[in-house]
């Protein structure tokens, strides 16, 4: 089973700033299955990228998914307050199979 | 709109079981899979498996086969997972989660529509 693994595990920004979370595979992923989700407290997760790079619906172009293989990236180019959650990678290629997350957390 | 809802909140003892439905409305059930992910406090995301609401067939993750169960009853769009021989382990937030698109364009998906989760405790 394909592992993920995100970096860093906390990443400390301050509004405005631009945030770069990391997702690696231990094996290569299908055809880019790869997804990106946002998690707040108390709610389910939000869709925010699917085949590594293409927006879900209603997902403000600030975010962005790129890399193939075993490494992909989710970058936001300018923090907004809101954008302060826990994300997490998703494979879907092999199975289904989500990093362990990275939580973004107000500097 | 499209949207699922889950039922409510549960406490279970160890050895019981337990059975969550998941109503779908807002589009065609049979055309899109339904996956449940579970979510133990404070940790991380965990797949448990997906049903086909056109004819019912599953696929479950390898860690819960044999102790769960996916069905569905399409006179009510719902979905269900039940979770056998309950442990403190299992206490979670469970979710189902809707595939982006229709079932025959893509077999793997991402999960664009979520529940609200349904949290079950088990404790003696």
């Known amino acids: 089973e394909i592992v993920l693994t995100q970096s860093p595990g906390t990443l400390s920004l301050s509004p405005g700033e631009r945030a770069t979370l990391s997702c690696r595979a231990s094996q290569s992923v299908s055809s880019s299955y790869l997804a990106w989700y946002q998690q707040k407290p108390g709610q389910p997760p939000r869709l925010l990228i699917y085949g590594a790079s293409s927006r879900a619906t209603g997902i403000p172009d600030r975010f962005s998914g790129s890399g193939s293989g075993t490494d992909f990236t989710l970058t936001i180019s300018r923090l907004e307050p809101e954008d302060f959650a826990v994300y997490y990678c998703q494979q879907y290629g092999s199975s289904y199979v989500f990093g362990q997350g990275t939580e973004l957390e107000i500097k | ?124």
């Open chain 2, 1 to 124: 709109q499209v949207q699922l809802v889950q039922s409510g909140a549960e406490v279970k003892k160890p050895g019981a079981s337990v059975k969550v439905s998941c109503k779908a409305s807002g589009y065609t059930f049979s055309d899109f899979y339904i996956y449940w992910v579970r979510q133990a406090p404070g940790q991380g995301l965990e797949w448990m498996g997906k049903i086909n609401p056109n004819g019912g067939s599953t696929n479950y993750a390898q860690k819960f086969q044999g102790r769960v169960t996916m069905s569905r009853d399409t006179s009510t769009s719902t979905v269900y997972v039940e979770v056998s021989s309950l442990r403190s382990e299992d206490t979670a937030v469970y979710y189902c989660a809707r595939g982006r698109t229709e079932r025959w364009l893509q077999s793997h998906d991402a999960f664009d529509i979520w529940g609200q989760g349904t949290m079950v405790t088990v404790s003696s």
